[in-house]
């Protein structure tokens, strides 16, 4: 399970198989695996015995877990949740170099860990990076109604609350229809009377 390649951005990788998962559950391995390719690993590395169904059941239930990471604003219960898969999974960073990979960044326990594991300690230290970046949990969920994507907010000023422009758009216009209509009253349709 090698990371290199370019645009390699763990936290990213995990947020967008985080929004794929909850899109569907059971997504299938070979989505899985497109995820795993778009974000650095070979096509070598994630083919037929390399990625089991058993793996990316598994897989599945990581990226499930790490949701309720990203869904966590409190910088206090964030910081903790990242700290205890830290911990949890035995992270300590190394540097290795396996099947044909650069040497590259692991913080798994070893080069035999499982998908599951390495993905939950990359992407619980990629969390940690960023939470460290930014002074406070750069993630979570859209505020807009009715969407639940998640998003990482990793640029400068306020805090991201919405997962995309058009989101963001949205809850502006419908926010001014609201102060609209409690300055006018609701606005009467030409059908109306």
Same mark, same amino acid.
Do not use: K, Y
């Given at each position: 399970?090698?990371? !290199? #390649? ?17 899109? +569907? ?6 989505? /899985? ?6 974000? $650095?690993?070979?096509? &070598?590395?994630? !083919? #037929?015995?390399?990625? @089991?169904?058993? +793996?990316?059941?598994? /897989? ?9 990471? %990203? @869904?966590? @604003? ?24 396996? +099947? #044909? ?8 326990? $070893?080069? +035999? ?10 992407? &619980? ?9 930014? $002074?406070?949990?750069?993630? $979570?969920?859209?505020? &807009? *109604?009715?969407?639940?994507? %998640? ?12 997962? *995309?422009?058009?989101?963001? *758009?949205?809850?502006?216009?419908? &926010? ?8 006018? #009253? ?8």
């Amino acid at each position: 399970m090698g990371e !290199t #390649g370019e645009g390699f951005r763990p936290a990213l990788r995990l947020v967008e198989l985080a929004n794929a998962v909850r899109d +569907d559950p059971e997504l299938p391995r070979a989505a /899985l695996a497109g995820m795993l390719v778009r974000h $650095g690993e070979t096509p &070598a590395d994630v !083919t #037929g015995e390399a990625l @089991t169904e058993d +793996d990316a059941e598994a /897989l599945r239930g990581a990226v499930v877990r790490l949701t309720g990471v %990203l @869904t966590e @604003t409190d910088p206090d219960r964030a910081a903790l949740a990242v700290n205890d898969l830290l911990a949890e999974c035995g992270a300590r960073p190394r540097l290795s170099r396996h +099947d #044909g990979h650069s040497w590259h960044l692991h913080v798994d326990r $070893g080069d +035999d860990a499982s998908w599951a594991e390495w993905f939950t300690a990359s992407s &619980a230290l990629a969390l940690a990076q960023v939470f460290s970046e930014s $002074g406070r949990p750069a993630w $979570g969920e859209c505020a &807009a *109604s009715g969407c639940t994507r %998640l998003f990482l907010g990793t640029g400068t000023g306020a805090p991201r609350r919405f997962c *995309s422009a058009t989101c963001a *758009s949205r809850e502006r216009v419908a &926010a001014h229809r609201r102060r609209r209509e409690t300055i006018t #009253g609701p606005v009467a349709s030409s059908h109306d009377g």
